[in-house]
T-cell receptor, first 118, second 115 residues
Framework: AQKITQTQPGMFVQEKEAVTLDCTYD???????LFWYKQPSSGEMIFLIY??????QNATEGRYSLNFQKARKSANLVISASQLGDSAMYFCAMREGYGSSNTGKLIFGQGTTLQVKP | DTAVSQTPKYLVTQMGNDKSIKCEQN?????MYWYKQDSKKFLKIMFSYNNKELIINETVPNRFSPKSPDKAHLNLHINSLELGDSAVYFC??????????????FGEGSWLTVV
């Protein structure tokens, strides 16, 4: 069964430093997608970045990059130059399904709370 | 304009009542979802509609019934509310089967508290 694991319940980082949030996944589907979402204290879910299983290069979006290591089944989020506004809960998710069975259903990890220190 | 909007944002109600949460998206997407986030922040899918057709129906009590009058709207009706239904309910949408469908947008969430 598909599964997403985030082993870091909480992380601290100094402002302006880089931080890596870990995510490992398990699936037997050859085609899948990996997502990261940010949930600030206000509660909304903000899409950050997407990586497809067949993408050759790691995804990047501004200060966010996804370190995709397919053989190790890991999809870590790297945030460069942390800002105070990055303090939030971060969720890794996997899109389940392949081909015609791809319903877009997301399976989420437990989340990592990141606190950026001034 | 908010891409995926949910109403109400906050809802406090008594056990046994029936309530609805509405969701609308203006992104032109064809697929919409309801997710539930429990008190431990764990997110789990409940339902999904594609072009008004139910395509995902997870193990959810029958008291929860989704309705999609058109592909831009997906409502969630809950009968006989129980204390355990207290959670944050998120609506989401995407375009299934397209490259842009790799981005799944969420609404701001609806905080339901059953007392």
């Amino acid at each position: 069964a598909q599964k997403i694991t985030q082993t870091q319940p909480g992380m601290f980082v100094q402002e302006k430093e880089a931080v890596t949030l870990d995510c490992t996944y398990d699936t037997s589907d050859p085609s899948y997608g990996l997502f990261w979402y940010k949930q600030p204290s206000s509660g909304e879910m903000i899409f950050l970045i997407y990586q497809g299983s067949y993408d050759q290069q790691n995804a990047t979006e501004g200060r966010y990059s996804l370190n995709f290591q397919k053989a190790r089944k890991s999809a870590n989020l790297v945030i460069s130059a942390s800002q105070l506004g990055d303090s939030a809960m971060y969720f890794c998710a996997m899109r389940e399904g392949y081909g015609s069975s791809n319903t877009g259903k997301l399976i989420f990890g437990q989340g990592t709370t990141l606190q950026v220190k001034p | 304009d908010t891409a995926v909007s949910q109403t109400p944002k906050y809802l406090v109600t008594q056990m046994g009542n029936d309530k609805s949460i509405k969701c609308e998206q203006n992104l032109g997407h064809d697929t919409m979802y309801w997710y539930k986030q429990d008190s431990k922040k764990f997110l789990k899918i409940m339902f999904s509609y594609n072009n008004k057709e139910l395509i995902i129906n997870e193990t959810v009590p029958n008291r929860f019934s989704p309705k999609s009058p058109d592909k831009a709207h997906l409502n969630l009706h809950i009968n006989s509310l129980e204390l355990g239904d207290s959670a944050v309910y998120f609506c989401a949408s995407r375009s299934l089967g397209t490259a842009s469908g790799n981005t799944i947008y969420f609404g701001e969430g609806s905080w339901l508290t059953v007392v």
